[in-house]
């Protein structure tokens, strides 16, 4: 009942003519960010922190949350008239939604992605409201040694699933992140580590100017090296699906957006992988599976409902544990602390109606998606006219402008610089950015955890693997890396397809 209550504050603490302008204009700017190839949700999210530094801290929130669901939602615009996802998110969606508007159905196609998107953004904010301050409440009962095999998890689980050609590769990166975050001066003994002589470097490297190097820089010159926009489909049919047309599938709708909240919930995986394994178990699912990729509505609904629950879920981690569900969360942990909003398991201690407030910029970011998706899906496509080179000339200037504003150093463009072309040589070996960005926002978790443990015990490193919580995280690290190995991966299968579960030789 307290949390119903909490919920009715929180959305009426937002239908305000100010906040309800903050949301329309915020979820049009992340609908046009998601419709722009070569733009991510990450992106436009770690640029808008640094315009909305001037803001009270809900409208701030409020605004990035507008643009993170916005723009994963306005990918699916490209996804299925250009067969070219608009953010990375949308990729499943191009299987068939450019399929069925090769067929004429166009619009169809865009109204099923919206009302499936808005479907699954409410099944992960059902889950968020239930399973939020549940989490936070076992969370307080983690100690430094819990936290610091959480830390080391949400590293590993998303270089796992992350990883571009091989989880190595995304160990790779968040190990980088890792050492990123160790730069500066460490917070026990005030001890600075890895400046090599140079000053600005005592305070750390800023997050925000290397995710702005990372995910904006890279992406303007990864943009530049793509071909040109092709043929846009013509949009001539009905937009607004009839609701038989929808809800006869609803076990997928439902199975969707359970598996994007389970995904949500992993920390850094991010929307592709809910949108990929969405659609996959549609597919196994399905009573007409040969369909897919060809223009099956069911395997649209499948990969929109999918990535916009992840959306909602990854606030899960994000508020409860301060470990963001994925790479845009992890920009909205830094903005949250910019605004003096500290996440974690103390959350629902100090600042309870804050997750129900969150709850509540869903809901209205969800129901402006759904009506400007609907209304206003002819103009959104205009804004494919835009040239290139002028957008990317202006994202470059946002990224320089937005890198310098926070702490007005011109250290902070130099790292934007660097982190932007570290990113793009990265992007061309195929190896991921969600791990190397989670790296850098949990490596001060580890570290502090690491060392504080350690000091509690006098050196004792065994509390990390004798306590039941600890060493629970702990082999399931263990267990998560062996099986990313192939030859024992491989054996692992090869065990279960000769024995049963109950252990008798399987039948073939």
């Given at each position: ?69 916005g ?24 299987l ?6 090769r ?6 196609a ?8 808005t ?11 239930i ?50 975050a ?8 005030a ?12 305070g750390?490297?800023?997050l ?11 992406e ?16 001539n ?40 394994s ?14 897919f ?20 879920a ?58 400007f ?69 949990l ?45 024992v ?5 090869s065990l ?8 008798s030789?399987?039948?073939?």
């Amino acid at each position: 009942m307290e949390g119903l209550i909490l919920l009715g504050q929180g959305v009426a603490h937002f239908l305000t003519p100010w906040s309800l302008f903050n949301v329309a204009w915020a979820t049009l700017l992340g609908v046009t960010i998601g419709i722009l190839p070569g733009l991510t949700a990450t992106m436009g999210v770690a640029l808008l922190v640094t315009l909305t530094y001037k803001m009270a801290p809900d409208q701030a929130i409020l605004t990035l949350m507008c643009v993170y669901l916005g723009a994963i939602y306005g990918g699916s615009r490209t996804a299925i008239l250009l067969n070219i996802p608009g953010t990375p998110a949308n990729a499943a969606a191009t299987l068939d939604g450019h399929p069925l508007a090769r067929q004429g159905r166009a619009g169809l196609a865009m109204g099923l992605a919206t009302t499936s998107s808005t479907l699954g953004t409410m099944v992960g904010i059902f889950f968020l409201a239930i399973i939020a301050p549940l989490l936070s409440e076992a969370a307080l009962k983690f100690g430094s040694y819990e936290f610091f095999w959480l830390a080391l998890f949400g590293v590993v689980i998303s270089g796992q699933m992350t990883g571009s050609d091989t989880p190595l590769k995304g160990y790779i990166a968040g190990i980088i992140g890792l050492l990123v975050a160790m730069i500066g001066m460490e917070t026990l003994h005030a001890y600075q580590r890895f400046t090599f002589g140079i000053s600005a470097l005592g305070g750390g490297v800023d997050l925000i100017p290397a995710m702005v190097g990372a995910f904006g820089l890279a992406e303007i010159l990864s943009a530049m090296k793509r071909k040109a926009v092709g043929h846009i489909a013509p949009v001539n049919d009905r937009v607004v699906p009839r609701l038989k047309e929808i809800f006869q599938y609803w076990r997928t709708i439902i199975r969707s957006g359970v598996i994007g909240t389970f995904i949500g919930i992993i920390p850094g995986v991010g929307e592709d992988v809910g949108s990929w394994s969405s659609y996959a178990a549609a597919k196994r699912a399905s009573k007409h599976p040969e369909e897919f990729g060809k223009g099956s509505q069911e395997g649209l609904i499948a990969a929109e409902t999918g990535d916009n629950a992840v959306v909602s879920a990854a606030m899960i981690p994000t508020l409860t544990l301060a470990m963001p569900g994925s790479a845009a969360a992890a920009v909205l942990i830094a903005a949250m602390l910019i605004h003096g909003i500290r996440p974690g398991p103390m959350l629902m201690v100090e600042n309870a109606p804050f997750l129900y407030q969150v709850v509540a910029m869903l809901l209205l970011a969800t129901l402006a998606n759904l009506i400007f998706g609907l209304s206003l899906t002819k103009l959104f496509i205009k804004v494919l006219a835009v040239p290139r080179e002028r957008l990317m000339a202006v994202i470059y200037i946002l990224c320089v402008v937005g890198s310098f504003a926070i702490t007005q150093r011109m250290f902070d463009v130099y790292v934007m610089l660097v982190f932007g072309v570290v990113g793009f040589l990265l992007r061309e070996m195929k190896y991921p950015m969600a791990p190397l960005v989670l790296g850098i926002v949990l490596g001060d978790l580890l570290d502090l955890n690491l060392r504080r443990g350690l000091a509690l015990t006098n050196g004792d490193p065994s509390p990390f693997f004798t306590r039941p919580i600890s060493a629970v995280i702990c082999f399931v690290i263990v267990l998560t890396i062996l099986m990313s190995i192939p030859a024992v991966s491989k054996r692992v299968r090869s065990l279960f397809s000769r024995t049963g579960a109950d252990g008798s030789p399987a039948r073939s």
